[in-house]
C-alpha cells in the first residue's frame, strides 16, 4: 500500500519525537523491565510521549508520567482517534510494548499514524502486521535465522534487550536450612507448564531423590487442577508427596519471600519465565532452563548470559536435569550463588538502564536516518 504522507521534520540532527504505547503504564510486570530505560532516556535528544490504555493510574502510573515529557490517556479514544492524535504530535518513531497482548492498540498502529513503527518488550513474538516496521531484540533471543519467525526488520542488540528493576521492598535473602534436602521450585504460571517442562523436571527429582518441588501459581487455588498436575508428575516417577502447590499469596513481599523456601528455581518451556526468572535470581534462586529455538524458549537463557551464569543454560530435558542434579549436590556452590546473586546481577548488564538506554537511542536514530534517506 502508499505510504502516507507525514509532515514531520525530516532534518536526523534534532530531537526526536518517541511515542510508546501500552496498556501496562501501572503495576505490572512490563514496568518492571520498561521504567529503567524510561529513566535513563537523554531528554535532550529524545521528547517521550506515552500513550496509556491505562484504566486506573497507580503509583506506577505517576512515577512513569514524571518520567515522560508528555502523557496521553487513551483508553477512552477510538483507534482512529488515537491514529489521529499520534499524527497530530507528529512522532517520529511509535513503539508499541503490548503487541498482542490485553489493552493493546495495535489496530490503530495499522493506520500508520507515525513515519517509523516498531515493537518492543511486552509481546515476545511478531506483531504480524505490515506496518510494523521493526521489532527491538537482541543476539541471543533471536539469534541469525530469527527472521523467517518475523513480519518485521530485527534490531539486535548486542546485549540483553532486558534491563530489570528489582522490587524496592524486596525482603533481604533468606539463608537455606543447613543440612537440608535440596528444595526445587517454580512461580511461572501453571499455563506455561508443558509437557517437556513436566518431563524435565521430574527427570531433575528422580536425579535427586531427597529433593522436592514446589510450584505456586495463581491457578493451584482449584482442587482439581492440582489433581491433574500431581497426575502428570507420577506418571514421570514423582510422587505427590514431593510436590508441594501453592496458590497466589497476599501481596508482593510474601510472594518474594516465598523464594526463600526453595534453592534453585527451574524454568519452563517453551514460554520462560522473564519476571519470575528476574524474581528468583534477585532473591538468591539460581534458575536452570532449557534454552530452545524461538525469542520465548531464549529468554532466560539471555537472562543467565548477562549475568554470567550461562553453565545453568540446556539444550536438553537430559542435560537439564544433569545441570540441576549437580547444582544441587554442590551445596558450596549453592551458597555462594545465594550469597553473591544481588551484587552478580547489580553489576551485569542485566540492571544496567543507563547502557540499555544509549544503544536503543543509537538504533532509534538509526532508523529515522534510514526512514529519512528513502
Not at 48 to 69: F, G, M, P
Amino acid at each position: 500500500p502508499q505510504q502516507p504522507r507525514f509532515e514531520n521534520d525530516s532534518a536526523t540532527d534534532r530531537p526526536l519525537r518517541i511515542g510508546y504505547l501500552s496498556g501496562d503504564f501501572r503495576q505490572h510486570a512490563v514496568m518492571r523491565f520498561f521504567e529503567p530505560l524510561l529513566a535513563a532516556h537523554d531528554r535532550g535528544r529524545f521528547h517521550i510521549t506515552l500513550y496509556a490504555n491505562v484504566n486506573r493510574e497507580d503509583e506506577v502510573s505517576h512515577r512513569a508520567r514524571a518520567l515522560a515529557d508528555a502523557w496521553v490517556p487513551t483508553v477512552a479514544m477510538t483507534d482512529d482517534e488515537l491514529a489521529d492524535r499520534i499524527r497530530a504530535d507528529r512522532i517520529d518513531i511509535a513503539i508499541d510494548l503490548a503487541g498482542h497482548s490485553a489493552a493493546n492498540r495495535l489496530p490503530a498502529l495499522a493506520r500508520r499514524p507515525a513515519p517509523v513503527q516498531m515493537s518492543y518488550l511486552g509481546y515476545p513474538n511478531t506483531t504480524g502486521m505490515s506496518a510494523v516496521d521493526y521489532v527491538i531484540t537482541d543476539t541471543d533471543l533471536d539469534p541469525p535465522g530469527s527472521e523467517q519467525w518475523h513480519t518485521e526488520r530485527l534490531i539486535r542488540l548486542d546485549r540483553t534487550m532486558h534491563a530489570y528493576l528489582p522490587p524496592a521492598d524486596a525482603p533481604a535473602i533468606a539463608s537455606a536450612p543447613p543440612g537440608a534436602p535440596v528444595r526445587f521450585g517454580s512461580f511461572n504460571r501453571i499455563e506455561k507448564l508443558s509437557d517437556t517442562s513436566v518431563r524435565a523436571w521430574s527427570a531433575a527429582l528422580v536425579a535427586v531423590p531427597e529433593s522436592s518441588l514446589t510450584i505456586k501459581s495463581p491457578g493451584l487455588a482449584d482442587e482439581q487442577t492440582r489433581r491433574l498436575l500431581l497426575d502428570r508428575f507420577a506418571a514421570h516417577g514423582v510422587a505427590g508427596e514431593r510436590i508441594r502447590l501453592l496458590g497466589r499469596d497476599r501481596d508482593e513481599v510474601e510472594h518474594l519471600a516465598r523464594y526463600g523456601e526453595i534453592d534453585i528455581a527451574l524454568d519452563s518451556y517453551p514460554y520462560n519465565g522473564t519476571t519470575t526468572t528476574c524474581e528468583a535470581l534477585w532473591m538468591g534462586a539460581p534458575v536452570v532452563t532449557l534454552q530452545g529455538p524461538t525469542r520465548v524458549a531464549r529468554t532466560t537463557a539471555g537472562i543467565l548470559r548477562a549475568i554470567g551464569l550461562a553453565e545453568l543454560i540446556a539444550t536438553g530435558t537430559e542435560q537439564f536435569a544433569q545441570i540441576a542434579a549437580e547444582l544441587a549436590r554442590d551445596r558450596g556452590r549453592l551458597a555462594e550463588l545465594r550469597r553473591s546473586m544481588r551484587a552478580r546481577m547489580t553489576a551485569s548488564p542485566l540492571l544496567d538502564g543507563i547502557d540499555l538506554a544509549r544503544r536503543i537511542e543509537a538504533a532509534l536514530r538509526r532508523a529515522w536516518e534510514a526512514r529519512t534517506s528513502m
